[in-house]
């Protein structure tokens, strides 16, 4: 770690030090042992309290507020792990030695060039769509760089966008005729050297092209919205410092550098969220894994989930100043709005992930009137929110309260953060595919039906004037 980062290793160990004295120290007993099934647990709507299944991925104890990624406590991982070293255990279920970190960042990097996907992409109205809706798209492409899933329906495609624009044409192409200017990606070549599971787009290889590729996508997206060409990643920085270099065009200190990164090891898995939950169901039917990380993608940008951190950032902005907080407060408590980056359904004390994430929003915005303004008026409403609702039904921070102020402190826009939780939750979603495809059963929950039977099926002629039910 550089130097200058010495400074958010101490934030993230004081804000550990807070947590240990605020929390018991024990685990909840029911939630970490194994099942024996079939289970009894109370469930409520939106199957609240319901068991899936075991994992030794990841486990949240919602009322301390802990959150534990295969038996090590994210505040350890922030201080002293990197995003790459948190995602190879969460695949792997151990920390990388030396010899297998260097292996592992050498595929990532050769993943993430992702140049046929990018071209791709280039054929599409990126600029026309929210960065979120383009990412889903760019997963279902990507799935095509490897796997023979859906080719002979896709090679006409390919064939089009290439002739559009044949200037842009790489030099990895071969002309295969004059007549009909038909250009042929080096497959075959390719093809011998590609792992078996990467064809068949399920197995951990295309876990680690999703990891990468993911994030590079982020990168390209950023760029094309804004009318730019994509850039190239540069082989100096870490796999945080390319997110954020590959989005603004500009290099990253080394505490932005840092900051990303203990970011992306912050949203790297949450239990059976509902992202997450959409992974495995979309995996369970064994389908394949860029279709499952595209389900996460469709779930985590909804407003409920992952979305907040946007709305958070427009939330905080319309209060305007620290004085109208009271009063903007009340309105929304008295309408029973929900205040965005608050509450969740599993911590029922302060998110871990936002201890990490408050000072060190602090500490990102103190050079930045803008965003120390943001910063303020988020540590008010803070207040506010926890002095009453807080206390009448433990609701706190979540993840998403924070995080957009950090990522806006580094010139970062607003609708591109919930692409950056999607980047570092590819590692929670593929980790935990493959985990249930070990001992797979299909989800399938039921129903309870309430409606009524027996009725007549009525000619089209008397149907307006049967009653709804
Ligand atoms: N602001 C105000 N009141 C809230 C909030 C909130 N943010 N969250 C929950 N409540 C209240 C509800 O109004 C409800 O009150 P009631 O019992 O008087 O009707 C009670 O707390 C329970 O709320 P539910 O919505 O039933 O809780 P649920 O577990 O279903 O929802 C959720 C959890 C979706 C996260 C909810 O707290 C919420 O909508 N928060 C705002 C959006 C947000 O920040 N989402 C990000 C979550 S973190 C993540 O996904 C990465």
């Not at 289970?39 to 919602?62: F, M, Q």
């Not at 060409?229 to 990253?252: R, V």
């Not at 169901?281 to 946007?310: F, K, M, R, W």
């Not at 309430?450 to 007549?456: L, M, R, S, T």
């Amino acid at each position: 770690m550089h130097e200058n980062t010495k400074e958010i290793t101490g934030i993230i160990l004081k804000a550990k030090e807070k947590a240990i004295k605020e929390t018991s120290r024990e685990p909840e007993p029911e939630l970490t042992k194994p099942i024996n099934w079939p289970v009894d647990c109370v469930v409520g709507p939106g199957l609240e309290g319901a068991i899936a299944c075991e994992t030794r991925i990841g486990y949240v104890n919602g009322s301390k507020g802990w959150l534990v990624y295969r038996g090590y406590n994210i505040f350890d991982l922030c201080a002293y792990g990197t995003y790459e070293e948190v995602s190879y255990l969460l695949m792997y279920g151990y920390l990388p030695s030396n010899t297998q970190l260097t292996r592992f960042k050498k595929k990532l990097i050769e993943y993430r060039t992702a140049h046929q996907t990018k071209r791709l992409l280039m054929g599409f109205p990126i600029e026309k769509m929210k960065p979120m809706g383009a990412l889903r798209l760019g997963t279902n492409l990507m799935r095509q760089e490897f796997t023979d899933v859906d080719r002979d329906k896709y090679l006409s495609n390919v064939a089009r966008i290439i002739a559009a624009d044949e200037d842009s044409i790489p030099m990895e192409t071969t002309p295969m005729g004059e007549e009909n200017a038909i250009y042929e990606f080096k497959r075959q070549q390719r093809e011998d050297s590609i792992k078996e599971d990467l064809k068949h787009a399920t197995g951990f290889e295309s876990c680690f092209h999703l990891l990468s590729g993911v994030a590079s996508l982020t990168g390209a997206i950023a760029r094309l919205r804004c009318g730019q060409m994509p850039i190239e990643h540069d082989p100096e920085l870490s796999f945080a410092g390319n997110l954020i270099y590959t989005m603004t065009g500009k290099k990253p200190t080394p505490v932005e550098e840092r900051v990303m990164d203990v970011s992306l090891i912050l949203h790297a898995d949450h239990g059976m969220n509902a992202s997450t939950f959409a992974s495995m169901v979309v995996a369970s039917t064994l389908s394949d894994v860029y279709l499952s990380v595209g389900a996460g993608i469709a779930a985590l940008q909804g407003p409920l989930h992952g979305g907040a951190n946007e709305r958070v950032i427009e939330m905080l902005k319309d209060i305007g100043s620290e004085e109208n907080v009271p009063a903007w407060f009340e309105k929304k408590r008295s309408k029973k709005e929900k205040i965005m980056g608050f509450g969740h359904r599993v911590y029922k004390s302060y998110d871990p992930r936002a201890r990490v994430l408050s000072p060190l929003a602090k500490y990102m915005t103190k050079e930045n009137k803008k965003s120390k303004k943001l910063y303020r008026i988020a540590r008010t409403l803070e207040k506010e929110v926890i002095k009453t609702l807080g206390a009448e039904k433990k609701i706190f921070p979540n993840v998403d309260f924070y995080s957009g102020i950090v990522y806006a402190s580094m010139g970062i826009p607003s609708d591109l953060f919930t692409p950056i939780f999607a980047v570092s939750r590819v590692a929670g979603w593929t980790s935990r595919v493959q985990e249930y495809l070990r001992k797979n059963r299909i989800f399938r929950p039921r129903a309870m039906y309430i409606g009524p039977f027996d009725k007549e099926f009525p000619p089209i002629e008397n149907r307006g004037r049967t009653k709804k039910s």
